[in-house]
């Protein structure tokens, strides 16, 4: 999983989203998981996914594709 | 499922739940209700019935807590920048669920906050609260997995964000100049600087650490992430030897609220269920308000209104049994939201 200085938070519009997000990009081999949003992060269902920063140009692929909306991405 | 936990924003989380146990402890022992020192929902009640809403004159006072805590987290939200007024998520649908969520609080006599208190003080009713609670957040979760939202919000006007600010500042001020019209019961209050002082500085640590008595549970059986919990945990922990040291703890004795475990459960299966579909609990929404949340602030309102009903209808725990009016109330919630949960889904 990501490191202290290389991990990406991704936020959604809800919790479905996130869990289907998780589903997805686990599916496609990326390594990520369904974390509490972290304090310094808004997040209006409280939960994100977070993953590895060499991921996030495949990430924002298979999550646009999937058609899910993308709230925000942050540094972990 | 791996469990999970941040450690840096757990130790945060876990200062504010100590916060909130002691200062709660220490508010009952200057004054306020036992196993309630701090209670977002049963001082939403008495605020209602402080403006006429309800006339249980004992459960009539305009709670300075719920406006320090506001203001706390709003002066915590303005200096990090996490001010921002939002709104337009499923607006009447979160006063309905809100007041709904009132039906079970009252039936019981606990929001996720005061059964957390309770079980702290030494009422074992309470581990019948809890259990409902995990049941209905548990139930909660199933119905977010399977694509329950309630639409997302939209940013708004200031003026929006802002409203809910003035209509506290009004009820400070009503709390200070005392006129006729007003309610205030002489009984079980702490002096007003000291439920300023603890509820200011609660509000600024709710709204840093997003203290969440619901979500802590939430976040557990979803995603098996511990760090929300550990709020909980400590709030109960630090509460439970502030009582002890204070000597107001009274272990396996019963005081307040409902001590049925079949009626607890189900009452507090409808409050884990219905603050799960908001977001989080009455302590959380009133911080969202605080930030500029418009829907977070209609949910208030809605436990107050919900809160008002409950003692108007005798919904409500009172004089030692819940009525069958009260256990009609529970039954019928759990049944709408039911069709809210089911009726609320996306379908992609």
């Given at each position: 999983m990501a490191g202290k200085h290389d991990g990406r938070i991704m936020t959604f519009h809800g919790t479905y989203y996130v869990l289907k997000a998780e589903k997805l990009l686990q599916k496609e081999g990326i390594a990520v998981e369904a974390i509490a949003a972290p304090r310094h992060i808004s997040s209006d269902c409280g939960i994100c996914i977070r993953f590895n920063l060499s991921d996030e140009e495949r990430v924002r692929r298979i999550i646009v594709t999937a058609s899910i909306e993308i709230n925000g991405v942050y540094d972990e | 499922m791996r469990l999970k936990i941040a450690r840096s924003d757990t130790l945060w989380v876990a200062a504010a739940g100590t916060f909130a146990g002691a200062g709660a402890a220490?508010?009952?022992?200057?004054?306020?209700?036992?196993?309630?020192?701090?209670?977002?929902?049963?001082?939403?009640?008495?605020?209602?019935?402080?403006?006429?809403?309800?006339?249980?004159?004992?459960?009539?006072?305009?709670?300075?807590e719920i406006i320090a805590i506001a203001f706390g987290a709003a002066l915590a939200a303005v200096v990090k920048g996490g001010f921002q007024p939002a709104g337009g998520s499923s607006t009447l649908l979160r006063f309905f669920i809100g007041m709904i969520c009132s039906f079970g609080i009252f039936a019981f006599i606990g929001c996720p906050m005061r059964v957390g208190l309770r079980l702290a003080?030494?009422?074992?009713?309470?581990?019948?609260?809890?259990?409902g609670l995990a049941a209905g957040i548990g139930i909660g979760t199933i119905f977010l997995a399977n694509g329950f939202s309630l639409g997302k919000s939209a940013i708004t006007s200031r003026t929006n964000g802002l409203a809910f600010h003035f209509f506290l500042a009004v009820l400070f001020i009503l709390l200070i100049v005392k006129p006729a019209f007003i309610t205030l019961s002489h009984q079980r209050h702490a002096p007003l600087i000291a439920s300023l002082a603890a509820g200011g500085v609660l509000g600024i640590l709710g709204q840093r650490t997003k203290l969440c008595f619901i979500g802590g549970f939430r976040n557990a059986f979803l995603i098996g992430d511990l760090t929300l919990l550990t709020g909980f945990v400590f709030l109960v922990i630090s509460a439970l030897v502030t009582n002890v040291l204070l000597g107001q703890e009274h272990m396996g004795?019963?005081?307040?609220?409902?001590?049925?475990?079949?009626?607890?459960?189900?009452?507090?299966?409808?409050?884990?269920?219905?603050?799960?579909?908001?977001?989080?609990?009455?302590?959380r929404q009133l911080i969202l308000a605080a930030q500029g949340n418009t829907d977070s602030a209609i949910s208030i309102l809605g436990l107050m209104a919900g809160a008002a009903i409950?003692?108007?209808?005798?919904?409500?725990?009172?004089?030692?049994?819940?009525?069958?009016?009260?256990?009609?109330?529970?039954?019928?919630?759990?049944?709408?939201?039911?069709?809210?949960?089911?009726y609320n889904r996306k379908k992609t």
């Open positions: - | 220490v508010l009952t022992y200057f004054g306020n209700p036992v196993d309630g020192g701090i209670s977002i929902a049963c001082f939403s009640r008495d605020i209602a019935g402080a403006l006429g809403f309800h006339q249980v004159i004992e459960f009539s006072y305009l709670r300075p003080g030494g009422d074992p009713a309470a581990l019948a609260g809890i259990a004795i019963h005081i307040i609220g409902s001590a049925d475990i079949v009626w607890s459960f189900l009452a507090l299966t409808v409050v884990g269920l219905a603050s799960t579909f908001l977001g989080g609990c009455p302590f409950s003692y108007n209808y005798y919904f409500a725990f009172m004089a030692d049994s819940l009525d069958r009016n009260g256990k009609m109330a529970v039954i019928a919630g759990l049944l709408v939201l039911f069709i809210i949960g089911v």
